[in-house]
């Protein structure tokens, strides 16, 4: 099976995602967060990159678990047709 390349659409979503889960964390560190939501440091830090665009629905739950956000606040904040003016601070 050939994966589509992705759209500069979803590209951005990633980094809108990853921005916001770096802020999130504010003064934790990658390898707390990590560690507590059952993810290895380089799978975060390419998440919060923007280098994983399209990261697993279970690793960005427990992400956000981690760090108190919701998963639907998640995604109005990176999805541009539920949200038309979001705003990138957590």
Known sequence: ?????????QIQRGRTLGALLRRARADRTMVDVARDSGISVETLRKIEGGRIPTPAFFTIAAVAATLG????????????SLSPHRDVAV
């Open 1 to 9: 099976m050939v994966r589509e390349p992705l759209t500069q659409e």
């Open 69 to 80: 956000l919701s998963l639907d606040d998640l995604l109005a904040r990176t999805d541009d």
